[in-house]
């Protein structure tokens, strides 16, 4: 089967498959007690919703992936890393455990990575007048490739804080994720990617502002996990000087995101893991920005930033048109930003 059919199927089976089992995923949410009760400034929705939505992203992307993809060694540890994440996401929405317990499970599905040879050996050397070309980390491969899916799969759920805003953003990385994996020839990179975005767009319906229910822990922790994992698989393997550039510019939002919020909360002499209100979405909220307009100008923040990625592993050719295009993009969010900030 050509493989442009596959990632073709392996999209609409994960969107129909996740839009499907939505509803009931939401009716089980309600007889578990899996809630969102807006209690504290954080959250921006008004009244209890649902949570526990990512199980319907789960299914679709899953079954999908069964399918359609080749289950070698390392998507096999992709997707026992990914049902730890999930049993321990269900958990969490409806028993709300302690972060230290959190943190330890998601550890231990780091770890299943690893187990299954998804470690990240060698990246390209950011300076690039200085020393070699590449990096090889030795010992400290197996504790970079753990802070790194650690890393990122707490900081998809910390973005989730507006309506559609995390299954967006993971759906742009995906997408971003799934073209350059075609441009280097690794097809099955392509059709996980190419699952996850359909299993992420299948929900979306049901998340956008307002939202229905929401994707909870199970979901939020699900998409940082996969896109983690299957970053190191595509993205950390080309020996190309840009290379550690590609997997940064991809997961831009919720990387530097949490980045800031660490840091933001060690200066002020606070917890860094204590939540607060001052991520990305909420400062464009208290610009005046609505949701769906806050939601807007993250979207085209990854999408430009993941262009820009997909312009840093083309042909040079290429480079200069893409560049060029990514600008043009950024002036018109820009403008438009500026635009909607007077109304």
């Not at 399918?67 to 929405?93: K, N, S, T, W, Y």
């Not at 590609?246 to 919020?261: I, Q, Y």
């Not at 043009?328 to 930003?337: E, H, K, M």
Request: glycine letters at 8%; charged letters at 10%; proline letters at 4%.
């Amino acid at each position: 089967m050509p493989l442009y059919l596959r990632i073709i199927i392996a999209v609409v089976m994960a969107l129909i498959l996740s839009f499907s089992a939505t509803p009931a995923v939401k009716l089980l949410a309600h007889k578990l007690g899996a809630i969102d009760i807006p209690k504290d400034s954080r959250r921006v929705h008004k009244s209890p919703i649902p949570r526990l939505g990512g199980l319907a992203i789960f299914v679709g992307f899953t079954i999908s992936v069964l399918f359609m993809a080749e289950i070698d060694i390392q998507i096999r540890g992709v997707m026992l890393g990914a049902v730890i994440i999930v049993i321990l996401g269900v958990l969490d929405d409806v028993f709300s455990l302690r972060a230290y317990i959190k943190f330890l499970v998601q550890i231990g599905a780091a770890f299943v990575a690893v187990y299954h040879s998804i470690i990240i050996e060698i990246f390209s050397n950011p300076f690039v007048f200085y020393g070699q070309q590449f990096v090889y980390l030795g010992y400290l491969s197996i504790p970079i490739t753990i802070i790194w899916i650690v890393g990122i799969t707490n900081s998809v759920n910390l973005i989730d804080g507006l309506d559609g805003l995390a299954v967006g953003v993971s759906t742009i990385s995906a997408i971003v994720m799934l073209v350059i994996a075609l441009m280097v020839s690794d097809p099955n990179v392509a059709i996980i990617m190419a699952a996850l975005a359909g299993a992420c767009i299948g929900f979306l319906p049901y998340n956008f502002n307002p939202a229905k229910i929401f994707m909870g822990d199970t979901g939020a922790l699900l998409l940082g996990y996969v896109l983690a994992t299957v970053s190191i698989i595509g993205l950390f393997k080309f020996y190309t000087v840009i290379s550690i550039a590609a997997p940064f510019l991809v997961l831009a939002v919720p990387l530097f995101d949490t980045a800031f919020a660490f840091l933001r909360r060690l200066i002020k002499g606070q917890n860094p893991m204590a939540p607060d209100r001052g991520h990305f979405h909420h400062r464009l909220i208290d610009m005046g920005l609505s949701q769906k307009q806050a939601v807007a100008v993250l979207y085209a923040v990854s999408g430009l930033l993941g262009l820009f990625a997909v312009v840093l592993t083309t042909r040079e050719e290429l480079r200069a048109l893409l560049l060029i295009i990514t600008l043009i993009l950024a002036a018109v969010v820009v403008f438009f930003v500026f635009r909607g900030k007077r109304k």
